[in-house]
């Protein structure tokens, strides 16, 4: 069994849970313009094969209801979210990540925290400190929509870069990009960091200030 026969198998089973009443035929539909096509037929033709090659898949809950109501059959967008949610929880290798669209963000500040970078040794070295972490504070709108770019979707971010001195901790605002293969429409590789650099001058931070770990709950 494909990985797209699994999925839609499991997403007609979380749709039905929740009161939808949707034919096979109809969640391939359904789930294919969750995947960024007008019908499964489209997404057959050029993603299907695509599919257990990526680390990253998005998912609209959005486009699904659109689907859905193409169809005439009523599908509200939170039982769209449950059924992405029941294949994020999945976790059907190769697939790493699954996600909706509308939380990709989240998907993004992760690898951005996750992904090592050359710079990050350097800043560190240069200023003969430790890297404690690295907080993400805030990240621009990628370079055109996800669907229409055709190899690369690439996305801007600012951070901190915390580090550790003998007597105190800094913070080093710094500007990072990342860079995702598209292997689909929806269908994205590892993310990597093509650019990381120092954007200003350190700044002293209070011991109970510093947030533990490579990402804040709060920064969500």
């Given at each position: 069994?494909?990985?797209f026969?699994t999925?839609s198998?499991?997403?007609r089973?979380?749709?039905?849970?929740?009161?939808?009443?949707?034919s096979h035929s109809?969640?391939?539909?359904?789930l294919?313009?969750?995947l960024?096509?007008?019908?499964?037929?489209?997404?057959?033709?050029?993603?299907e094969?695509?599919?257990?090659s990526?680390?990253?898949?998005?998912i609209?809950?959005?486009?699904?209801?659109r689907?859905a109501?193409?169809?005439?059959?009523?599908?509200s967008?939170?039982?769209c979210?449950?059924?992405?949610r029941?294949?994020?929880?999945a976790?059907?290798w190769?697939v790493?990540?699954?996600e909706?669209?509308?939380?990709?963000?989240?998907?993004?500040r992760s690898?951005?925290s996750?992904?090592?970078?050359?710079?990050?040794?350097?800043?560190?070295?240069?200023?003969?400190?430790?890297?404690h972490?690295?907080?993400?504070?805030?990240?621009?709108r990628?370079?055109?929509?996800?669907a229409?770019?055709n190899?690369?979707?690439?996305?801007?971010?600012?951070?901190?870069?915390?580090?550790?001195?003998?007597?105190?901790?800094?913070?080093?605002?710094?500007?990072?990009?990342m860079s995702?293969?598209?292997?689909?429409?929806h269908?994205?590789?590892?993310?990597?960091?093509t650019?990381f650099a120092?954007e200003?001058?350190?700044?002293?931070?209070?011991?109970?200030?510093?947030v533990e770990?490579?990402?804040?709950?709060?920064?969500?």
């Open positions: 069994m494909s990985l026969s999925w198998k499991r997403t089973e979380t749709l039905l849970a929740s009161g939808a009443r949707l109809q969640v391939l539909e359904v294919a313009a969750g960024g096509h007008n019908s499964y037929a489209s997404f057959k033709a050029t993603d094969a695509s599919l257990a990526a680390h990253l898949v998005v609209s809950a959005v486009e699904m209801v689907r109501a193409d169809l005439e059959k009523e599908l967008q939170e039982a979210e449950s059924a992405v029941a294949l994020r929880l976790r059907e190769p790493q990540h699954v909706e669209l509308s939380n990709l963000d989240w998907i993004v690898t951005l996750d992904e090592g970078h050359p710079n990050r040794e350097r800043i560190s070295e240069d200023l003969g400190w430790s890297i972490g690295l907080t993400v504070l805030g990240m621009q990628p370079r055109g929509a996800l229409q770019v190899r690369v979707w690439c996305w801007r971010g600012s951070a901190h870069l915390e580090l550790y001195s003998e007597d105190a901790d800094w913070n080093v605002p710094c500007s990072a990009e995702f293969e598209k292997l689909g429409r269908l994205l590789g590892k993310g990597q960091i650019h120092r200003g001058e350190p700044v002293k931070t209070e011991f109970d200030e510093v770990g490579w990402l804040s709950d709060s920064t969500l």
